[in-house]
């Protein structure tokens, strides 16, 4: 069976980035929790939110080190499977990358001292102040990966003579029109989706045991957190959609199934699309599209009539635009009714059915990163260097990536068990209620209970 390169190539890539994305959004927002939660362990000298700190960054370093190796694949991918655009483009996405490399190790420094100086200060702020630079190198990690990714959108920073780049300007190039919208969407949606994930288990193992007062602390501040970031990130999404109006209007168009350019555009909700591009079964907001679009109702929205069939995205990522958008609407759902019933006394909740929620959310917060990532990656094709290179002009010829996509797609299974079955030994074999005793003898003095 012969499998075509260019397929194969997108496959592989496919492959990696997706499972990448787990862990790159975990490394990118389990530091700011660990960060909030030993903050207000100190502030209140609260034994059970230092306790929380601990024990997330136990659990942090093992994630960091599959991404590690995740990461490493996606650096050598890209010049093996992408060597054309490599060449054409390397030499100026070298900054952010060698600079994401430098983040990343910047991070991974202070990881290390910070883990290994529990109980070394007298007063426990500087320690707390060693976490400053693991959220700092988190999210500088994030920012220079995603410039690279804005690039590839909204390519700038050169001039193009022959089929060479010259006048290169990187510092342009990585703060190119995508960057702003881009990294506020990734960084909110990370933090989002990694407290969402905290809270999941959390509420996982109140169902399954006694809730206590350490789990309930877990319970509200990775919901609050979830509640605060799922709301910046309803921000992000609109600016997002802003951006695409005026930069990249052929994917907001194929997003949203607008395919004929007019004032007073309506906005397409979910629906299906037959062979003639007819719409049904949709919910249809009427001048939604043109607001969201330029904060105007009746404001032009230009569709897919404009644009050449040969630059027209898929359009099924409508579907990943509407999955993404209405994951992330539960997940500010489901932290306001948490929120909300924890304020009033005649409700409950740690009740059974909001506790359920919860544990959906994790998941399905993550689903949202990743169905976001698709859109996204999706939405600029056929272009690799959107207006200067397409996907098959970029990729290998090579014959031989399809045993390579195997190999890898071995390596992620067995990563991804690996991972889950050190996570659940490390936590099952030192239990919260043994640790605290452990290391906190007099907590109960202190105010806390079990």
């Given at each position: ?10 496959l592989?890539?496919?492959l ?6 787990i ?8 530091p700011?929790?660990?960060?909030i ?12 939110y ?44 070298s ?12 991070e ?51 001039q ?33 989706t990694?407290a969402?994930i ?5 509420a ?28 910046l ?21 194929a ?18 699309l ?34 050449p ?15 993404m958008?209405t994951?992330?609407?539960?997940a ?11 304020k ?10 909001l ?30 260097l959107?207006g ?54 007099d ?5 806390g209970?079990?």
């Amino acid at each position: 069976m012969e499998f075509d390169s260019v397929l194969m190539s997108r496959l592989l890539t496919t492959l990696t980035l997706g499972f990448h994305i787990i862990f790159a959004t975990i490394g990118v927002g389990i530091p700011l929790m660990i960060s909030i939660a030993e903050f207000i362990g100190i502030k209140k000298n609260d034994p059970h939110y230092t306790l929380l700190a601990r024990r997330w960054a136990r659990g942090f370093v093992i994630t960091v080190a599959v991404g590690v190796v995740t990461g490493t694949a996606i650096g050598l991918q890209l010049s093996l499977l992408w060597p054309s655009f490599m060449q054409l483009a390397g030499n100026i996405i070298s900054l952010p990358l060698f600079l994401e490399t430098f983040a990343f190790f910047f991070e991974a420094i202070f990881l290390g001292i910070y883990l290994y100086t529990w109980d070394r200060f007298k007063k426990p702020i500087y320690h707390w102040l060693l976490s400053l630079p693991v959220v700092i190198g988190a999210g500088m990690s994030a920012f220079f990966i995603t410039t690279v990714n804005s690039f590839m959108n909204t390519p700038q920073g050169f001039q193009l003579e022959g089929d060479k780049f010259t006048n290169v300007d990187p510092i342009a190039a990585m703060f190119n029109p995508a960057t702003p919208s881009k990294v506020f969407h990734v960084l909110t949606s990370s933090y989002l989706t990694s407290a969402a994930i905290l809270a999941a288990i959390t509420a996982f193992i109140i169902l399954k045991k006694k809730s206590t007062d350490y789990h309930k602390k877990a319970l509200k501040l990775t919901l609050t957190i979830t509640f605060i970031f799922a709301i910046l990130t309803a921000v992000a999404g609109d600016l997002s959609a802003k951006f695409l109006a005026k930069e990249q209007p052929e994917k907001l168009a194929a997003a949203e199934w607008h395919f004929e350019t007019e004032e007073g555009a309506d906005l397409i909700l979910y629906g299906t699309l037959d062979e003639n591009n007819e719409i049904h079964n949709e919910i249809r907001l009427p001048n939604a599209l043109s607001f969201l679009a330029f904060n105007d109702f009746q404001s032009e929205v230009i569709g897919l009539d404009q644009i050449p069939d040969d630059e027209t995205p898929p359009l099924w990522i409508h579907y990943m635009f509407d999955l993404m958008v209405t994951l992330g609407m539960y997940a500010l759902f489901v932290s306001s009714m948490f929120l909300l019933f924890s304020k009033m006394k005649r409700w409950n909740e740690h009740n059974k059915w909001l506790l359920w929620l919860v544990v959906i959310n994790g998941p399905a917060a993550m689903l949202a990163t990743e169905f976001g990532w698709v859109f996204a990656e999706v939405g600029r094709q056929p272009w690799v260097l959107r207006g200067f290179m397409k996907v098959t002009d970029g990729a290998t010829t090579s014959p031989h990536v399809d045993w390579i996509f195997f190999l890898f797609l071995l390596l992620y299974i067995l990563l991804g068990v690996i991972c889950v079955t050190v996570l659940r030994k490390l936590f099952k074999n030192n239990p919260v209620e043994v640790e605290l005793e452990h290391r906190y003898p007099d907590w109960k003095e202190r105010g806390g209970q079990s």
